[in-house]
């Protein structure tokens, strides 16, 4: 599962705008990238002002699931936490669409982790956010992410690129955990 190293030389991930590491600089003409250096560079933006509203979902969602925990109970909150996202995929797909290659298989169980997270999130949002309040756990959730995304960039699990743990990527996870924490006291002293 670990991902090829002749993969980051490729020019972009992910369709998001980002040069990967191992990009040279004559791996794409002047003229294309003169010509679509702008175009990846909003492209890139606005990945990350989507990324900016989904940590402000993810920053509501446990609270909100929380809410329906206590008003209702854990299980109940999670079921209807699943219907949401079954319905809202369900309309998804019928507007989204795309076309299937013949050649196409079943992914590997491995990659079906992602609904499981998401029932993990779900429940431990629930049962965590009345405990140690929203704050506290969004702090702690986003050291989880990026802690784990360290090591699914680290071994290119699931075709990601490789970016290896680097110190200075390990200072920044550091600061989270004092972040975390810092969090945590001043919660403690209000």
């Known amino acids: 599962m670990r991902a090829r190293k002749g993969r980051a030389s490729s020019g972009t991930a ?34 990350v002002a989507l990324s900016v509203i989904a940590g402000v979902g993810t920053a509501l ?31 998804g797909m019928l507007f989204f669409r795309s076309e299937l290659p013949p050649e196409t298989t079943r992914p590997p169980w491995i990659q079906m982790i992602g609904g499981l997270c998401g029932l993990g999130f779900i429940s431990v949002a629930a049962f965590s956010v009345p405990r140690i309040g929203a704050s506290v756990f969004t702090a702690a959730l986003v050291l989880g992410m990026v802690a784990a995304s360290l090591c699914i960039d680290h071994f290119g699990w699931f075709g990601q690129v490789l970016a290896p743990i680097t110190p200075v990527r390990l200072i920044g996870v550091t600061l989270i955990v004092v972040g975390v924490a810092l969090v945590r006291l001043t919660a403690t002293q209000s």
């Open 61 to 91: 969602q446990g609270p909100a699931n929380a809410a329906v925990a206590r008003t209702w109970d854990l299980s109940r909150s999670i079921a209807l936490n699943g219907a949401v996202v079954f319905v809202g995929s369900a309309i």
């Open 14 to 47: 992910r369709g998001c705008g980002v040069a990967t590491r191992g990009a040279s600089a004559g791996s794409i003409p002047a003229s294309e990238s003169q010509r679509f250096g702008y175009a990846a560079s909003m492209m890139f933006w606005f990945c």
